[in-house]
């Protein structure tokens, strides 16, 4: 069986919301439909039509095992060597679940993407393992009872098992990496994610009055939504001449949809903030050409909604611990964010200013990696094609 008829398979634990992770998979089934190579994804469980975010067929296999970390970590187990044992064909395993439940079971070879590590991961017990509390992140954590500590320890150790039984980590920032070395003592590569398109280097900037503000993300609390707001009403109440000018538009769902709308109000920005809810993909397109300014104050994994604007000719501000920052400093098109502490509001200022004086017509925007590049450098790693497909 040769690299490419072998087929492929992609895991994720668990689709329950389209993030990051499941972005990540449909880029690499596109890939690798456009080149013929017959892949699979497999999940323990979705509860959302994934497919409606896909362009192309997608082949899903829910595996339907009973909530229990056992029975979870054998139907894995059984679905990993049902495969041809080749090295062409060792499975993909996304995010830390997949690591935990290959630390419960042992497994075939595989590949271990991780997109998230347990600092970023707000639902994660592993943090509070006083095995795991070394990593300088951790230490500001409240302490636990014992009870729970004991579960985290438990919870972390399993991790750490599945992860060293990878023959391969991928990690998408040298930060993730670097936690992922202290945590687990594996050394990850890293392969940055990349968008679907990239507009040529010279897209002129927009003009438009008013200029408009836009943010794309789920409307969730680490996503702070409300920083943006907040520092919107101090641009606002520090501007003079140019009151008038602007507008935030915000695309995404979430469980802070109604206080988000009231914060706006509560701040006088109900006239200024729109609130799109989910867009289809043609909407989101249309939005994005018409913002003038892309907001991302989040600390993100990586963060491809900036790249998404930037390779659109959109000024973006980013914290400067979101993963993309990595790639992002020092260029005129790009704020670095570190707080809510007034950066954001200043950034805002400067970005708006430049705005104005049309500083950004002209300006070669940075160049930024492409989803078909990324899922090519996946394949690589995986030893899943031969040179002369990528």
Not at 84 to 90: F, I, S, V
Not at 134 to 150: E, H, I, K, Q, S
Request: include cysteine.
């Amino acid at each position: 069986m040769n690299q490419a008829s072998a087929e492929k398979i992609i895991f994720i634990p668990f689709i329950d919301a389209f993030g990051g992770a499941e972005r990540l998979v449909l880029d690499l089934s596109r890939f690798l439909h456009e080149l013929d190579v017959p892949h699979r994804v497999a999940c323990f469980k979705q509860t959302i039509d994934v497919q409606q975010y896909s362009d192309r067929p997608l082949d899903i296999q829910e595996l339907l095992p009973k909530r229990n970390p056992l029975l979870e970590a054998k139907a894995l187990k059984r679905l990993l060597k049902s495969r041809p044992l080749t090295e062409a064909a060792q499975p993909l395993l996304f995010d830390l679940k997949s690591a935990f439940y290959s630390g419960l079971a042992p497994s075939v070879p595989f590949v271990l993407h991780l997109t998230d590590p347990p600092s970023l991961l707000p639902a994660d017990l592993s943090k509070y393992a006083p095995s795991a509390r070394r990593f300088a992140d951790f230490n500001r954590l409240p302490t636990v009872n014992a009870a729970r500590a004991m579960r985290a320890e438990l919870v972390h150790r399993l991790n750490r098992r599945g992860a060293r039984r990878a023959s391969k980590v991928i990690a998408m920032t040298e930060r993730i990496r670097q936690e992922l070395r202290v945590l687990y003592n594996v050394d990850a590569v890293v392969v940055r994610p990349g968008v679907s398109t990239r507009e040529p280097a010279s897209t002129p900037i927009r003009k438009a009055s008013p200029l408009r503000m836009l943010s794309v993300s789920r409307l969730e609390p680490n996503k702070r939504i409300d920083w943006i707001l907040r520092a919107l009403a101090r641009v606002r109440d520090e501007e003079r001449t140019n009151a008038g000018d602007w507008k935030f538009e915000v695309v995404g769902n979430g469980t802070l949809i109604e206080s988000l709308k009231n914060l706006a109000i509560e701040l006088g920005l109900e006239d200024r903030t729109i609130f799109l809810g989910h867009l289809s993909d043609e909407q989101l397109a249309a939005a994005y050409a018409r913002a003038n300014l892309f907001l991302m104050p989040a600390v993100q994994g990586y963060g491809l909604p900036a790249l998404e604007a930037l390779s659109r000719g959109i000024p973006t501000i980013v914290h400067k611990d979101s993963g993309v920052s990595e790639i992002l400093n020092a260029n005129f098109w790009v704020e670095i964010v570190d707080g809510n502490n007034g950066s954001l509001a200043n950034a805002i200022t400067v970005m708006l200013n430049r705005l104005r004086k049309d500083e950004f017509i002209g300006c070669i925007t940075p160049v930024v990696p492409t989803s078909s590049e990324w899922a090519s450098n996946i394949c690589r790693e995986c030893g899943w094609l031969p040179a002369s497909m990528m």
